[in-house]
């Protein structure tokens, strides 16, 4: 049943890691749905296809707060889908729209889950996040320097398989180099890395190798980019990346 234009309803909506083909069924019906579509430009051309239909309010990045407000403002008495690449709740639009949304009348809002990059990217490389990971981006725009190399620090210790997610920028070009060198202090030189630019979309990357190597291919890495470092037990096998999740212990075969 299409949902009644006369109710205010706001959705937030993970649109995956790019192609149309990893938008979840639910997601394309909710934007199908939508009076109005609201998002970054670059994710908004993602998915022109399936937003035909809507009114649509794009803007730039760091224009987050905005399209919020905006969100919020119009889902009163309309439906509104406000979009994020990936998952809405994997560093989107899902808390500052539900911190916006403190200050206002109550409003009806549904989270979709998208196809993280995380994902994505893993399914490029093969078996790397089977087993305990964690997930740490170096954008420090929102999170202090500090906090971020703590993090880092307590990973690596931790022997967690590590996701960093927005690894370096124009602006933010020595946060990877000093990411890795705390890294370095905690697994071996011949631990198996992942880099995955613009997984599932056009110009998509996908290149092997090993910590102890991955400085080599520092100039190809964006914020386009996902890099997966494995943990002590993580291994390379015909250009993929196997990460036990400890089977091999309780079993032959």
């Known amino acids: 049943m299409s949902l009644s234009q006369s109710q205010g309803k706001l959705y937030i909506v993970g649109i995956g890691p790019g192609a149309v083909e990893h938008l979840t069924k639910k997601a394309e019906r909710v934007l199908l749905e939508s009076e109005y579509v609201i998002?970054?430009?670059?994710?908004?051309?993602?998915?022109?296809?399936v937003v035909k239909g809507a009114k649509i309010i794009r803007s730039g990045m760091g224009g987050e707060v905005e399209r919020?407000?905006?969100?919020?403002?119009?889902?009163?008495?309309?439906?509104?889908?406000?979009?994020?690449?990936g998952d809405a709740n994997v560093y989107g639009m899902a808390g500052l729209v539900f911190e916006v949304a403190e200050n206002a009348d109550?409003?009806?809002i549904e989270v979709i889950p998208g196809v993280t990059a995380l994902s994505a990217a893993a399914s490029l490389l093969g078996?790397?996040?089977?087993?305990?990971?964690?997930?740490?981006?170096l954008?420090?725009?929102?999170?202090?320097?500090?906090?971020?190399?703590?993090?880092?620090?307590?990973?690596?210790?931790?022997?967690?398989?590590?996701?960093?997610?927005?690894?370096?920028?124009?602006n933010r070009s020595r946060n990877f180099g000093e990411a890795i060198?705390?890294?370095c202090k905690y697994r071996g030189d011949g631990t198996p890395v992942g880099i995955v630019k613009n997984a599932t979309r056009e110009g998509e990357t996908v290149i092997v190798t090993t910590l102890g190597k991955i400085m080599e291919y520092n100039d190809a890495i964006d914020m386009?980019?996902?890099?997966?470092i494995g943990n002590s037990e993580s291994r390379l096998w015909n250009n993929r990346i196997i990460t036990p999740r400890g089977?091999?212990?309780?079993?032959?075969?």
């Open 39 to 49: 998002g970054n430009g670059t994710y908004l051309d993602q998915v022109a296809g």
């Open 68 to 85: 919020a407000k905006r969100a919020v403002e119009l889902a009163k008495e309309h439906v509104v889908s406000i979009i994020s690449g």
């Open 106 to 108: 109550n409003i009806d």
């Open 127 to 137: 078996a790397p996040v089977v087993s305990d990971f964690a997930v740490i981006s």
């Open 139 to 170: 954008s420090d725009l929102l999170t202090p320097g500090d906090v971020i190399k703590r993090r880092l620090q307590l990973a690596a210790e931790a022997d967690f398989v590590i996701a960093v997610y927005n690894p370096k920028s124009r």
């Open 181 to 183: 060198e705390i890294i």
């Open 224 to 228: 386009s980019t996902l890099v997966l």
């Open 247 to 253: 089977y091999q212990r309780k079993y032959e075969y």
